[in-house]
């Protein structure tokens, strides 16, 4: 046995356990066991930064307060005849469910307030509703889907990569929403941020791809909550004769964008840029198309049914250029109210005057 020492450490060498071994003179056994400063110099495990989720919360509060700001701009009660069609009667009412059955403004406030509605981005060159539609909702039912579906998503990733990444992810997604809904919708105003909300949930699938796949770790908890919400939002979209376009832009931009912000090691910087690429020279291309008033259904026979699918009891006939008259009679005659069914824009003429070729609201 031969023992020497090493800064105050003492080691033999002995054969009592294997032909030739290593171990430390206060311990026992066979095999080499680090010195008390060596274990306490071994660095910790890593930690990730938890953040707090500003972001989800403000963007919450904004969603509730603009969609209180349009109903009181709306004030059914009066630009709809009768007064009485509005629900629950007052500033803040409805309009009638045969206008807007989402419990929500009329097409017209939409249009005003910054809706998509492509006959403007593309002759009056308002450009900025590809990214003002995305904080507005035509109704109710849609505002309450939409904030359901923003906690669920959003503030677990936002707990992980921050306000930063997660504000950028939901402002390209919902452009990109945006874009492939004007090139297939050429008709009638759609807002909602579904699109930008398929987008983190896009992201949410990207990091559960890089986690899971690539760094082999336990992401089954969070699988599960993206997947089942990406499914709920797209069921409410089609149940609420939502625009389904927005959704699938949106994801397909969220999920590629979310390997350019949220990857890391051994996802390399080459692929990372190829990614980027992509999405910027598809956002371009699209916005190309959409400023020379390409319609892609004019390319693509069956794409409609990305959108909806008919069955029997379900329309899919989306709401055009068509108007919905109703006769009403009043003290010095008959006068017929006219909507239109894309903006929900109301005017009315005596049936004396002759039918107009067009529909006037639209």
Same mark, same amino acid.
């Given at each position: 046995?031969? *023992?020497?020492?090493?800064?105050d ?19 026992s056994g066979c ?15 890593l ?21 209180l700001?349009?109903?009181?701009i ?15 009667y007052g ?10 059955p989402?419990?929500?403004p ?19 060159h ?5 990214f ?9 039912s ?38 492939? *809904? ?15 909300l398929?987008?983190l ?23 599960l ?6 499914f ?16 699938i ?9 979310g390997?350019?912000?949220f *990857? ?11 990614v ?16 020379k ?7 693509? *026979? ?14 899919c ?28 824009r ?17």
């Amino acid at each position: 046995r031969v *023992s020497f020492g090493v800064r105050d450490t003492f080691y033999t060498i002995g054969s009592s356990c294997c032909s030739t071994s290593i171990r430390s003179s206060s311990g026992s056994g066979c095999g080499l066991e680090a010195p008390p400063e060596a274990a306490a110099a071994q660095p910790l495990p890593l930690v990730e930064r938890k953040y707090h989720p500003w972001l989800t919360g403000i963007i919450v509060v904004l969603y509730a307060a603009i969609f209180l700001v349009i109903m009181g701009i709306n004030n059914c009660p009066k630009h709809t005849y009768p007064t009485k069609a509005c629900f629950p009667y007052g500033r803040f009412s409805f309009q009638p469910a045969d206008q807007n059955p989402l419990f929500g403004p009329s097409r017209a406030t939409l249009i005003k307030m910054g809706g998509l509605y492509l006959r403007k981005v593309l002759h009056m060159h308002q450009a900025w509703s590809l990214f003002s539609n995305i904080w507005l909702h035509e109704g109710l039912s849609q505002l309450i889907t939409d904030t359901v579906t923003l906690l669920g998503v959003g503030i677990p990733l936002e707990r992980k990569h921050g306000f930063v990444r997660v504000a950028l992810l939901y402002l390209i997604s919902g452009l990109g929403g945006s874009i492939l *809904s004007a090139l297939f919708i050429e008709t009638g105003v759609t807002v909602g941020a579904s699109g930008a909300l398929a987008g983190l949930t896009g992201g949410s699938l990207s990091v559960i791809i890089i986690e899971y796949f690539m760094l082999h770790l336990d992401k089954g908890l969070d699988s599960l909550i993206a997947i089942v919400l990406m499914f709920a939002n797209v069921a409410a979209t089609v149940l609420q004769h939502g625009d389904n376009f927005r959704n699938i832009g949106g994801s397909i931009i969220g999920f590629g964008f979310g390997f350019v912000i949220f *990857s890391r090691p051994p996802v390399n910087r080459l692929r990372r840029s190829a990614v980027l690429i992509v999405i910027i020279v598809g956002l371009l291309a699209g916005m190309v198309m959409l400023l020379k008033g390409v319609n892609l259904n004019d390319h693509c *026979s069956w794409c409609h049914y990305l959108d909806c699918i008919p069955f029997p009891g379900w329309s899919c006939k989306y709401r055009g250029n068509e108007c919905q008259s109703t006769e009403i009679r009043i003290e010095n005659g008959h006068v017929l109210s006219l909507i239109c069914k894309a903006n929900g824009r109301t005017d009315y003429m005596l049936l004396a005057d002759a039918q107009p070729k067009n529909c006037l609201p639209c």
